[in-house]
Nanobody, 115 residues
Framework: VQLVESGGDLVQPGGSLRLSCAASGFTFSSYAMSWHRQAPGKERELVAGFSSAGSSTNYANSVKGRFIIFRDNDKNTVYLQMNSLKPEDTGVYYC?????????WGQGTRVTVSS
């Protein structure tokens, strides 16, 4: 199982980024996929996620209306579109897959929101 995140960058407040998580080694469409982040000195938190069947999504209150999670099962990829970024969105963003074989994490991609 491999999860590879990309798309992290330095961006100014108010800007946008799209993160990608390319998955391999498991039946992607059958797994619940989610994005989490860890800010400096803080615990890792859920940002956005799909239910196991991918039919419903949930978001942290702090990102509702600004972030969108979506997936392309043909490409085995889950995305996080982040708009109206704020300095408090800074952190390392991780992709997570949950399924019948276990839970898996990617290595993370760093997002820095700063002027």
């Amino acid at each position: 199982v491999q999860l590879v995140e990309s798309g992290g960058d330095l961006v100014q407040p108010g800007g946008s980024l799209r993160l990608s998580c390319a998955a391999s080694g498991f039946t992607f469409s059958s797994y619940a996929m989610s994005w989490h982040r860890q800010a400096p000195g803080k615990e890792r938190e859920l940002v956005a996620g799909f239910s196991s069947a991918g039919s419903s999504t949930n978001y942290a209150n702090s990102v509702k209306g600004r972030f969108i999670i979506f997936r392309d099962n043909d490409k085995n990829t889950v995305y996080l579109q982040m708009n109206s970024l704020k300095p408090e969105d800074t952190g390392v963003y991780y992709c997570k897959a949950v399924g019948w074989t276990g839970n898996y994490w990617g290595q993370g991609t760093r997002v820095t929101v700063s002027s």
